[in-house]
């Protein structure tokens, strides 16, 4: 099963607010998810967004894949680099055992 981090659509019509939700590729854009990690609203000024960090990362050691829009909203929240930082100091502590 190949796994998106990607946006649902949530809010009324003409005021579109977005879930960050881990999802089969086969569904639908605004169907059944497996989880929930965060929201995205761009009608605010400025964007309003907030990303739940660790269930990020998790899921993207996991092999999920994300999003561009997705992705740029894990690069302002600095959840890119975390995940990076964290994915090199496993490789080096590996690599010493």
């Keep these: 099963m190949a796994v998106k981090i990607r946006l649902k659509r949530m809010g009324a019509k003409k ?5 960050i939700v881990v999802a089969d590729s086969k569904t639908q854009r605004d169907g059944r998810s497996i989880e929930e990690i ?3 609203d761009p ?3 400025p964007v309003t ?10 899921w993207l050691d996991k092999g999920a894949i994300p999003t561009p829009t997705v992705k740029t909203i894990f690069r302002r ?3 890119i680099e975390k995940w990076q930082e964290a994915r090199s100091s496993r490789d080096k502590s590996q690599g010493n055992n």
């Design 15 to 19: 005021r579109p607010a977005y879930r």
């Design 43 to 45: 009608t605010t000024d």
């Design 38 to 40: 965060g929201y995205y």
């Design 77 to 79: 929240a600095g959840v």
């Design 49 to 58: 967004f907030k990303v739940h960090e660790e269930r990020a990362i998790s």
